[in-house]
DNA sequence: TATTGTTATACTCTATAACTATA
DNA sequence: TATAGTTATAGAGTATAACAATA
């Protein structure tokens, strides 16, 4: 979107915050919003691998959660929970989802309340090579080293749970 | 948005990954979906704390960014290559902000193609009265130790410049 | 010709509230 | 009463393309 900028922007809010008397939080300030550029990079090259193929990110995840689960198919609010989104993210997925035939809605078997949504065949075969794609274009060229993941893995996984998402 | 599950979502991912023989991205594909989540996650308390100022967190980093320039204002174009956003987002972003008084448009003294944004005192008060709030209800408490602050920012300045957001 | 900015258009995801159906 | 899901509605950011004005 641009040339390269001849100073780290983040790194002159830093100092900015610390001239204004904000020295406290200068440091976590940068660091929060360096994740949400970091994670605006991310999204748009994952978003250009996946748009050959008429995905989203959001939607590329409910394949892959359903390709991992037990005879490819979930409650909607199975979906919704693991996935962390709103149910009405997931029914407004499905929907797009099922249009393409990648997904099946059925009804559970039991509570006549809960949908199943379930893979078709073709769901099953796209989630594989999407997923060949992003690991091959994304994943294996991730731009951090090694230790970076796991230090990244263990920091990102504290504030997740102390966040609230699982225990 | 639910309670919390009863096992992490992307330590599982990750097993999974590594159970289709994907074993070699697993690591980087973990450490990407956290940043996702951890976005979503800060997102959501940021615009909270904003919301009561009728803010959102493009509109604050617009606000935050002229607060820090020289007399308060930038040419349209500077401020989508320092907040690395589409032109068209801060077109977007400026209508709101000057139709809330906080932000004027004027042409710029010597150029006749260029727009400069300056910020109103009502925009500058409330950029520094919603930043107080930011630091205390957010920055302050972020979830991160010094030591992970010192971590992130390292590692993500290193992608981001590796990116190619700044040299 | 290239640059700056706006407009129009379209497409995401997200969230709230109201509603139906079922447990 | 509580839960599951859908619908309607609204708002957010983003992107492309076409365009006007200026350099």
């Known amino acids: 979107m641009g040339a390269p900028l001849p100073r ?5 809010a830093q100092r900015n915050w610390e001239s204004r008397g904000w020295a406290d939080v200068a440091g ?5 919003t360096a994740i949400m550029r970091t ?5 748009a090259r994952i978003e250009a691998v996946l ?21 490819a198919q979930l409650p909607m609010n199975k979906a919704s ?18 249009a393409a035939g990648l997904v099946e ?11 199943l949504v379930r893979l078709t065949p073709a ?22 080293s090694p230790t970076d ?6 920091i990102l996984a504290d504030f997740r749970r102390n966040a609230g998402d699982f225990t």
């Open 105 to 115: 809605r059925s009804p559970h078997p039991t509570d006549g309340r809960t949908t």
């Open 51 to 71: 748009k050959p193929f008429g995905l989203t990110f959001a939607r590329y995840e409910l394949l892959a959660l359903l390709g991992f689960a037990r005879e």
């Open 123 to 144: 769901g099953r075969k796209l989630a594989t090579t999407a997923t060949v794609e992003l690991n091959a274009q994304v994943f294996a060229n991730s731009g951090f």
């Open 81 to 98: 929970a693991l996935l962390q989104v709103h149910p009405t993210s997931v029914t407004n997925a499905v929907d797009r989802l099922e």
């Open 28 to 32: 976590p300030m940068a660091s929060i």
């Open 149 to 154: 993941v796991q230090q990244l893995t263990r």
């Open 39 to 43: 994670q605006q990079i991310l999204l």
């Open 8 to 12: 780290d922007p983040i790194a002159d």
